[in-house]
């Protein structure tokens, strides 16, 4: 039985978040939010890098804040046991854009190689929805891609109704859709 916990992003898991980044072996971590960092030019290996990076997910959350262009609000969640960082849900807090709206929706969230099967992407998508209630959102959309069967399942076992599987020629060609998208909503 594992003791993970959502956590608030902590610059004190720096080590751990790097030893994730190498099981993903990219800075494309779902739900992680790591693409922002390429938005202000942080290296997310240096520590100074990786505290601005966390101070601006701490900033995201807030209704004031102002993110980059094109790029909407949202409460970042970490999954973490001990010292241990495990994963990551992103809750955007609007659909603001063409990309949110067909194929990212509201949540997004993933777990380190390492800590899969563990129950762990079920407890970030039933945080993320908590926090969405919490937000007073009616509605929220959760997509994966087709052959995701575990994802699949996760959304399904925590509620999501399957609005349809939409494939990729059905989306905008700039959206760069390759698979077929699993398209899911939570009524809260």
Not at 53 to 66: G, I, K, N, P, T
Not at 118 to 139: I, P, Q, S, T
């Amino acid at each position: 039985m594992t003791h993970a916990k959502l956590t608030q992003p902590s610059a004190g898991f720096h080590a751990s978040w790097l030893e994730s980044f190498q099981e993903w072996g990219t800075l494309d971590q779902d739900g992680s939010a790591a693409f922002l960092a390429a938005r202000y030019d942080l290296d997310l290996r240096e520590a100074s890098h990786f505290a601005q990076w966390v101070d601006l997910l701490h900033q995201m959350a807030v209704a004031s804040f102002r993110p980059p262009e094109g790029l909407a609000n949202q409460t970042t969640l970490w999954i973490t046991e001990g010292t241990d960082y495990l994963g990551a849900a992103s809750l955007r807090h609007s659909l603001l854009n063409e990309y949110l709206k067909e194929v990212g929706g509201h949540i997004g969230y993933g777990i380190r190689p390492s800590a899969r099967g563990k129950g762990l992407a079920k407890l970030a998508l039933a945080g993320a929805l908590e926090e969405a209630r919490g937000m007073g959102l009616k509605r929220v959309m959760v997509t994966c891609k087709q052959p995701n069967v575990a994802s699949a399942r996760t959304i399904e076992a925590c509620g999501g109704e399957l609005e349809g599987v939409r494939p990729p020629e059905s989306f905008s060609p700039e959206l760069g859709v390759t698979e077929p998208i699993r398209r899911y909503w939570f009524h809260l």
